[in-house]
């Protein structure tokens, strides 16, 4: 008999481990399994989602991916979507910094310098940061603690490097990925050179240069990828294909509980019930603890502890003549506490020194050259982080105003947008924390031991597009390797 297997949760971890369990890049062979997704929202994709700007197709989401992890890009090769990739426009960026926009310097690695004269010409480091980063190829400072499996980014790096480097550079672009900070974000899942850099006895920065120094991937190769209409235009391709194969997707129906009926499992959903010889949960960490709790409640609280940060995009169309033309790069990152600037408009905001809702400046028309419009211009403000949920307080309008507001100082924009939207993702950037993979070891073997399960998701070894499909694909290999009683791999 064929064996069935439930996909809970149709986001781009979900969709990929059901498009592995139907054949993959291959056509469906008769010994695929029959697949069936079941997705709590009434669409699939997850945060993959797309909207309509003055015409244009734009990412309301992730607005692209890292080329160096191939698993995007070869799903996109195998659902013939390779034509509509897109590379990235341009390089370079800039931060925030004493005042005013300035370009991030040459040779950094995830914002942690590595040569000590751009950074200084750069003007983000006051002279006595400066002077302290100096002293690192001089007078490194050993690692006391001794060879460790993990370290917080923030206390490593401000340590060996100061705590200047941190605030200015590191936060703004290692804390962005997760939408959190790095006081305690884990070296081993985030940055795991950085880690292996800092209990090395030589200077911080000359063992993270060696230690990232670029493999035999091509230079000419884009560093970032986008698909032309949007990656709302992958879910709907991978949706129409599955559906070929067979698949049955079931929207608007929420996994409520999954239980043991003999060799099998019984997933209650939407109502109703079905029996499945297996189960790949790619829910988020929380709805998984919550499926999990009968069956092993140890993985269950690991799971609970996984805090998530809410953030919101708003995404504005406006007049090609509202910026300035000395824009750099493809945005701007605005560091924690940055204050709003103080131009007239700003000035009883910047006199209680509140900070900044937006953490980034997107210019889209020039980091994706598909977006380019004449006459106009397409900004993209990133708002929320851990710790600050104010935006979840505001309607659309608020927001768009407030935002509005600190772009003037923060970009120059010099008129009211034509055209907004506003898209709220609460609840959905996962925090890695000191031992992040530790805990999600544990949670995998707590799974394998049941049989019959994996996990797959944001919530366990990264939070970008490619490292998403490759955790659904390998909860899928997974669980067809259970079925076939071959020892199971790893879950996620």
């Known amino acids: ?213 670029p493999g035999p991937r091509p230079d000419a190769e884009p560093a970032f990828w986008a698909l032309r209409c949007g990656f709302g235009s992958l879910v709907a391709r991978l949706a129409e294909l599955l559906g070929a194969r067979g698949v049955e997707v079931r929207l608007g129906e929420p996994a409520e509980s999954i239980e043991r009926a003999g060799t099998r499992w019984v997933v209650a959903a939407g109502g109703g019930a079905r029996s499945v010889d297996a189960v790949v949960l790619a829910t988020p960490a929380g709805a998984t603890a919550a499926l999990l709790e009968p069956h092993d409640a140890e993985a269950a609280s690991l799971l609970r502890n996984v805090d998530y940060a809410s953030v919101a995009v708003v995404t504005m169309l406006v007049p090609e003549d509202a910026l300035p033309e000395d824009l750099f790069g493809t945005g701007v990152l605005v560091p924690r506490a940055t204050p709003v600037p103080g131009t007239v408009a700003h000035e009883a905001r910047a006199r209680r020194r509140e900070p900044c809702m937006v953490t980034a400046c997107t210019y889209l028309w020039a980091k994706w050259p598909h977006l380019e419009r004449p006459g106009v211009r397409l900004l993209r403000a990133s708002v929320g982080r851990m710790g600050d949920a104010r935006h979840r307080s505001m309607d659309d309008g608020e927001l768009v105003r407030r935002v509005a507001e600190e772009l003037q100082g923060l970009v120059g924009l010099a008129a009211e947008p034509l055209e907004t939207a506003v898209t709220r993702w609460d609840e959905a950037l996962p925090q890695y924390r000191v031992h992040h993979l530790l805990r999600v070891a544990a949670v995998e073997a707590a799974v394998q031991r049941l049989g019959g399960l994996a996990v797959a998701g944001a919530a366990y070894r990264g939070v970008g597009i490619p490292a998403c499909i490759g955790s659904g694909r390998s909860a899928a290999a997974a669980v067809t390797a259970s079925l076939a009683g071959s020892p199971s791999t790893a879950s996620a």
Not at 8 to 30: C, F, Q, T, Y
Not at 59 to 82: I, S, Y
Request: net charge positive.
């Open 1 to 213: 008999m064929t064996p069935t297997v439930a996909v809970l949760g149709g986001g781009i971890a979900g969709l990929a481990a059901a498009w592995e369990l139907s054949g993959g890049g291959a056509r469906a062979r008769p010994d695929c399994p029959a697949v069936v997704l079941f997705e709590a929202s009434g669409a699939l994709g997850g945060k993959l989602a797309t909207s309509e700007l003055g015409g244009t197709a734009v990412d309301v989401g992730p607005d692209g991916f890292l080329g160096r992890r191939p698993e995007a890009v070869e799903l996109c090769r195998e659902v013939g979507l390779a034509d509509e990739l897109v590379p990235v426009g341009r390089s370079g960026a800039e931060v925030w910094a004493r005042g005013r926009r300035r370009r991030l310097p040459e040779g950094l690695v995830l914002g942690v310098p590595t040569r000590v004269v751009p950074a200084a010409r750069s003007g983000i480091l006051s002279p006595r940061a400066v002077v302290r980063l100096a002293t690192d190829l001089v007078f490194p400072r050993p690692d006391t603690r001794g060879p460790l499996g993990d370290r917080a980014i923030g206390p490593l790096v401000a340590r060996k490097l100061g705590p200047e480097v941190v605030a200015r550079l590191v936060d703004p672009l290692v804390g962005g990925i997760h939408a959190g900070g790095v006081s305690d974000a884990s070296a081993a899942a985030v940055f795991p050179a950085l880690l292996e850099a800092a209990q090395q006895r030589a200077s911080l920065m000359r063992s993270l240069a060696r230690l990232s120094r």
